[in-house]
């Protein structure tokens, strides 16, 4: 990546998932503000960054995201990471990036496909860089959803073009299949981070192509974060449930 840009650096992302004593990346795929503010106050302890789809949200306004989301999870350490998987040029990801919902202003992470190549990761930091902010980029290696295109070869080419790059911070990995996990971490080795979708303790849950695998397994595997959406905010306890997969993947 181009010299000037001041990034969040691994070291900071994984220090502050250390700070909170937590492996769990909530994935608060909800449709409301009040939704979303509710489930942070309720598991923030918990979680180490809170994922979101914003251009999900039904009645975004940037300024009640900014006071009812994005300032509790200040106070209480946890990280945005906006899911957005940029997948275009670097100026339309830059110009994605300052649009109405002003994901610059506000995300530590967002994800990013390495497919319409690399100057994409530019892109996106060009526009934290014009907020004033750092940030990091997660590239999709691998994905949990069945019949997806992103095969071993593909996953390789990701890893070899993005490894060096100051900008991105690690990978998201197939947390349905520790060897999946494992495999990647073989090719990341150890300065990048790997975070995996795809967990949940009942497997029961999977809908619309979507494969969970178990947090223990995606730790031990090699996996530095798990990403949990359902088993948490469709739990009827979601605060028991945190606790739970925060204990689950300790190891």
């Known amino acids: 990546m181009s010299a000037g840009y001041a990034c969040l650096s ?9 700070e909170k004593g937590t492996r769990v990346i909530l994935a608060a795929d909800l449709f409301t ?25 039904h009645d975004f306004d940037l ?3 900014m006071s009812e989301v994005v300032a509790p999870a200040r106070k209480m350490g946890v990280l945005m990471f906006e899911d957005r ?10 110009i994605q990036m300052l649009g109405h919902q002003r994901i610059a202003e506000w995300a530590d992470v967002v994800t990013a496909h390495r497919i319409s190549g690399p100057d994409i990761i530019e892109g996106i930091h060009d526009a934290w ?9 997660a590239v999709l290696a691998q994905m ?4 997806n295109l992103l095969d071993e070869e593909y996953c390789r080419k990701v890893v070899d073009s993005c490894r060096e ?18 495999e990647l971490r073989g090719l ?13 303790l009942n497997s029961g849950e999977a809908r619309m192509g979507q494969r969970y695998g178990h947090p223990k397994e995606a730790i031990a595997a090699g996996s530095d974060a798990v990403i949990v959406g359902s088993g948490i905010i469709r739990n009827a306890k979601p605060l028991a449930a945190a606790v739970k997969y925060a204990k689950e993947a300790s190891v």
């Not at 503000?33 to 949200?57: A, R, W």
């Open 188 to 200: 990341v080795g150890g300065a990048k981070m790997i975070l995996t979708p795809g967990i949940n």
């Open 129 to 137: 860089k014009e907020c004033g902010r750092r940030g990091s980029v």
């Open 165 to 182: 790059i100051e900008g991105v911070c690690g990978f998201i990995g197939n947390g349905s299949n520790p060897g999946n996990i494992s």
């Open 144 to 147: 949990s959803s069945s019949g």
């Open 85 to 94: 998987k940029f997948a275009d040029i670097g100026y339309v990801s830059k």
């Open 10 to 18: 691994v070291d900071e992302i994984r220090s502050s998932m250390k």
């Open 63 to 65: 300024a009640r995201w």
């Open 33 to 57: 503000i009040s939704e979303i503010s509710n489930i942070l106050n309720e598991v923030g302890g918990h979680i180490c960054m809170l994922k979101t789809h914003v251009d999900g949200i």
